[in-house]
């Protein structure tokens, strides 16, 4: 038995190339060590690298703080849609907003509560300020009017 110089592969001793690689240069004591980067065979690095891959993709972050600021700010939006729409909304938007910046999840969510906390104020705001008579005339006017 002879061994290749350049993959290490076992080959015999009347062969002119290596039956791997092609080669034609042998060794007849031993194979070359393995990590040639001559080497034409998966790398043995390659289940090492597995559980790194696994790592990386690990589907999602822990629950930080910031995340529970957006199950907050989604839930006082919803809730200030029924009632104490004043309070709850201007807090629904800031703990949203910040949520979406900061927080790891639930950015959607973050997103939702947002939209629906400056809606909800400004549809709030709107109605109070008409059933005090406090917007202009021209403003509730429609087309038809
Ligand atoms: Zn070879």
Redesign the pocket.
């Known amino acids: 038995m002879k ?7 076992e ?1 015999n001793d009347n062969n002119i ?7 034609e ?1 042998f060794n007849p004591e031993q194979p070359i060590p393995m990590g040639s980067n ?1 080497n ?1 065979t998966v790398p043995p690095a390659a289940p090492a690298a597995l559980p790194v891959y696994m790592m990386s993709a690990k589907p999602k972050p822990p629950l930080g703080i910031f995340d529970l600021l957006t199950i907050l700010g989604f839930v006082c939006a919803i809730v200030g849609m029924f009632s104490i729409s004043l309070i709850l909304h201007p807090i629904g938007v800031l703990t949203s907003v910040i949520g979406f910046v900061q927080g790891k999840r639930f950015r959607g969510l973050a997103l939702a509560g947002t939209v629906i906390s400056v809606v909800g104020g400004i549809i709030y705001l709107v109605i109070s300020l008409y059933n005090n008579g406090l917007l202009p005339e021209w403003i509730t006017y429609g087309a038809l009017h």
């Open positions: 061994y290749c110089k350049n993959c290490g592969a080959n190339f290596c039956f791997n690689c092609r080669c240069s001559a034409m």
